[in-house]
């Protein structure tokens, strides 16, 4: 089994990563192998709503001059998915949010019924809504979220200070723990054996 982690801060070795690795290290001690992605500082850019990825059926995003499509190959050998972020302004960071965006509508089959947990680095404030709207995408795909002891929040300002919120660290490595569990759970007979979904039929307000 495998971890996914995206890295969505343009620091390398920020705090976000500091965070990711912690829940990393758990997982990788319970025996599940993981990758972190680094977004890096190059743009990402927002979807268009052009729909080619649907009406060519490319399972990848038509534009191929970012992380996105990389990162969605990734995804075919990823059990799971784990995505950072920082907090600016209250969001997540911008990048982040149009990564996910793109990579859920152009390749959303990849990441149905996967576990998936958010992860918000801070200076004070924000997290907790930053941390709301990071989770909306998974609950759209039907992936199980992944819970800790509390939200999946680490403070920390200059690099490096996030190793020092000891509570913090608690809760990547009891989130990584909690997803180790339930990984083991969906695959301890093999195949996993997912839910067979009604066929989805969608109503807009105004006809």
């Known amino acids: 089994m495998k971890v996914l982690l995206i890295n969505g801060s343009p620091r390398k070795q920020g705090n976000t990563f500091l965070a990711l690795s912690e829940a990393a290290k758990t997982l990788e001690q319970q025996g599940i192998e993981t990758?972190?992605?680094?977004?890096?500082?190059?743009?990402?850019?927002g979807c268009i709503a052009c729909a080619q990825c649907k009406t060519k059926q490319l399972d990848r995003c038509v534009f191929d001059d970012d992380v996105c499509n990389r990162i969605s190959e990734k995804l075919?050998?990823?059990?799971?998915?784990?995505?950072g972020s920082p907090v600016y302004y209250g969001q997540p960071n911008g990048s982040v949010l149009s990564l996910?965006?793109?990579?859920?509508?152009?390749?959303?089959d990849k990441v149905q019924d996967k576990p998936a947990a958010a992860v918000c680095v801070c200076r004070r404030?924000?997290?907790t809504a930053a941390f709301q709207t990071?989770?909306?995408p998974f609950q759209m795909m039907n992936m199980p979220v992944v819970t800790s002891q509390y939200w999946n929040i680490v403070y920390g300002r200059a690099e490096g200070q996030a190793a020092l919120d000891?509570?913090?660290?608690?809760?990547?490595?009891?989130?990584?723990?909690n997803?180790?569990?339930?990984?083991?759970?969906?695959?301890?007979?093999?195949?996993?054996?997912?839910?067979?979904?009604?066929?989805?039929?969608?109503m807009n307000f105004i006809r």
Request: hydrophobic residues 45%; aromatic residues 8%; proline residues 6%.
């Open 35 to 45: 990758e972190i992605v680094q977004i890096g500082t190059k743009p990402v850019r």
């Open 166 to 177: 000891t509570e913090g660290m608690q809760t990547m490595r009891t989130m990584a723990n």
């Open 100 to 108: 996910i965006q793109r990579l859920f509508f152009s390749a959303g």
């Open 134 to 136: 990071m989770n909306m």
């Open 76 to 83: 075919d050998d990823a059990d799971a998915l784990i995505v």
């Open 125 to 127: 404030g924000g997290a």
């Open 179 to 202: 997803m180790a569990w339930l990984l083991k759970k969906i695959h301890a007979e093999g195949t996993p054996d997912y839910p067979v979904r009604e066929e989805w039929h969608p």
